[in-house]
C-alpha cells in the first residue's frame, strides 16, 4: 500500500497527459507479453485470447481489457410464478465466452436488475479462477444511507460475488445532489473513511466514483483527490455526450480532461447511450455505413470511446450473445479513430440533436413505479418511433395515418395499458433516482397527449 500510495503522489505531481488520439500505451494482442510493463495481476487468459486490446492500470499495474462487462442488462425470464429473473444459464454463457476471448473487467451493484445483478455475476464468475477477472460492485446506498444499512450492504456484496476481496469499489453515481448529498451517503456516516481503511487493508484494491451531474459537482469532487486519492472515476462518455451532453449533465470533454490533468484514469459507462447509438435514425445509419460498410453501427460509439488515451476501460451491457461478439470485433484489436473520424462522428452527433428523444438509458432506476408505470419502456418505445419515422407530424401531413396507426398499435404491444403514461399523476418519486436527470412526469405527460391527440385524431 505504501508504494502505491507513492505512485498516486508522483501520478499527481507529474501531472495527466491531454487527450490523445492512437492509444498511446495500450496491449493490443500478445505484441508486449512477458515485457516490463506487464500487469502486477495479468487478469485474462495467458494467451491473450483473440488479440484483445488491453490497458494497464497506472496505480496497481493491473492489465485491463478494454472491453468491460456492464452487468446490468444480464438476460431475465420468468419464473413458475411469473416473476422477471435473471436467466442463470445464460449468463453463464455469455461470462464463459468474454473470458475466453479476453473480457477481464465485470461491473455489477447491489441495486441492478431489483437487486440480483451481484449474485448471477458471482455464480458465474465463481466458476473460473479468482485471478483471471477483475469485479467492479458499488456503494448504492440511495435511500437509506445510514452507516448501518451501508456497512450492511458492503459486506454482502462479498457474499454475494463469493470473493474476499473487491478490485474496483465505487461510491454510486455521485453528483446529482452536490456536496451535501455526497457528505450525507458516504462523509457523515463515515464510511468513506471506513473504505478508505479497506483499500489499506487490501480487500478493496481500486476505489473511485461514478459521477453523472454538472461541471461545478466535478470539479467539488476532484478537488478531493488530494485527500481520498481516487484510482479511478466512471463518467458517461459517447460521440453525442462528448459536447452535447443532455438535461444537466456535464460534457463528457470537459469531464475526461480534468481526469487527464490529475492522471485519473477513466471507466466508460453509457457508450451507447442505452443503445440509442446503436439504433440510430434511418438517414444517420446509412451515413455511418456509406463511411465504413463492414463495421456495425455500435462500433462507431466503441471505438469512440476508447480512442481516448486516459480511458482504463469501456463498459457495455451485452444482454445477447451477438451483442458481445460485436463489441469483441471492435477492440480485439481497437483500431483507433482517426482526425478525420472524430470530426465526422461530431457532425453526425449535431445532426442527432435534430431529433427529439428522450435522454432515457434503460437503467431502470426509477422503477418501481408505485402506480406500475413502465416508465422505460414507455420512453424507449417513444424513442424507437423517432428515430423509425412513425411520429405524425400533424392530421395534415402526407403520412399521418401510417404514421398514428404504426405508434397506437406498437404502444400497445410495447405497455401493457395498465402500465402507460396516462396512468402518471405526477408524484415524482421517480426524478430524484434518475442519473440523466430527466423530468419524467413532464415526458409520460407530454407523450400521454400525443397519444391521446392521435386516438382522438385531433393532432
Known sequence: MEKNIDRRVFIKKAGGTALAIGGLGVIAGCAHKGSSSQASNPAGPSDEAAGMTYRINKVTGDKVSILGYGCMRWPMIKD????????????????????????????????????????????ALKRHPRESYFIATKLSNFSNYSRENSMLMYRKSFENLQTDYIDYYLLHSIGGGGMAAFNARYVDNGMLDFLMEERKAGRIRNLGFSFHGNTDSFDEFLKLHEKYHWDFVQIQLNYVDWTHAGGRNANAQYLQAELDKRGIQSVIMEPLLGGRLAKVPEHIADRLKEREPQKSIA????????????????????????????????????????????????????????????????????????????????????????????????????????????????YDRAVPKLRQASRCIGCNTCVSHCPQNIDIPKELHRIDRYVEKLKQNTL
Not at 85 to 112: C, K, M, W
Not at 343 to 359: I, N, R, W
Open 299 to 410: 462500433s462507431w460509439a466503441f471505438r469512440f470511446a476508447g480512442t481516448h488515451e486516459g480511458v482504463l476501460c469501456v463498459l457495455s451491457g451485452m444482454t445477447y450473445m451477438e451483442h458481445l461478439q460485436d463489441n469483441l470485433k471492435s477492440y480485439s484489436p481497437l483500431v483507433p479513430l482517426t482526425e478525420s473520424d472524430l470530426a465526422f462522428l461530431e457532425e453526425t452527433a449535431e445532426l442527432m440533436q435534430k431529433y427529439p428523444t428522450v435522454p432515457c438509458n434503460d437503467c431502470k432506476y426509477c422503477m418501481p413505479c408505485p402506480y406500475g408505470i413502465d416508465i422505460p419502456a414507455i420512453l424507449l418505445h417513444y424513442n424507437k418511433c423517432v428515430n423509425e419515422g412513425e411520429i405524425a407530424g400533424s392530421t395534415a401531413s402526407e403520412d399521418y395515418k401510417k404514421a398514428r396507426r404504426a405508434y397506437l398499435v406498437s
Open 80 to 123: 413458475d410464478d411469473g416473476k422477471d429473473i435473471i436467466d442463470q444459464e445464460a449468463v453463464n454463457r455469455l461470462v464463459d465466452h468474454a473470458l475466453e476471448n479476453g473480457v477481464n473487467y465485470f461491473d455489477t451493484s447491489p441495486v441492478y436488475l431489483q437487486g440480483q445483478s451481484e449474485t448471477a455475476t458471482g455464480i
